[in-house]
Nanobody
């Protein structure tokens, strides 16, 4: 059974940095596919933040380009989101999504809270 667990959230002042981690465990050999970060503010829809493909290529929402960097350690089934120059509008619950490259099924973590004060 696949489990996705995020960590690394916290409270920082504007301009600060945080590094989120996400571990996807329980995959059959070589079945872990792309991994992504989303975020959600209460009362709003979940928003795509960044994605990393197994080949290492990445994509970002425009609002975080140049400030956030996604990376991965395939051997550990772990993805990281380095968040620099944080802004109050980055405040949200951040969720990790892992897609099985074998079944196409998505797995979500429980989220980690990021709060940025001005």
């Amino acid at each position: 059974q696949v489990q996705v667990v995020e960590s690394g959230g916290g409270s920082v002042q504007a301009g600060g940095s945080l590094r989120l981690s996400c571990v996807a465990s329980g995959y059959s050999y070589n079945c872990r596919g792309d991994m992504s970060w989303y975020r959600q503010v209460p009362g709003e829809e979940r928003e795509f933040v960044s994605r990393i493909y197994r080949d290492g290529s990445t994509s970002y929402v425009d609002s975080v380009k140049g400030r956030f960097t996604i990376s991965q350690d395939i051997s550990k089934n772990t993805v990281y989101l380095q968040m620099n120059s944080l802004k109050p509008e980055d405040t949200a619950m951040y969720y990790c999504r892992s897609i099985s490259g074998c079944t196409g099924r998505s797995y979500w973590g429980q989220g980690t809270q990021v709060s940025v004060s001005s």
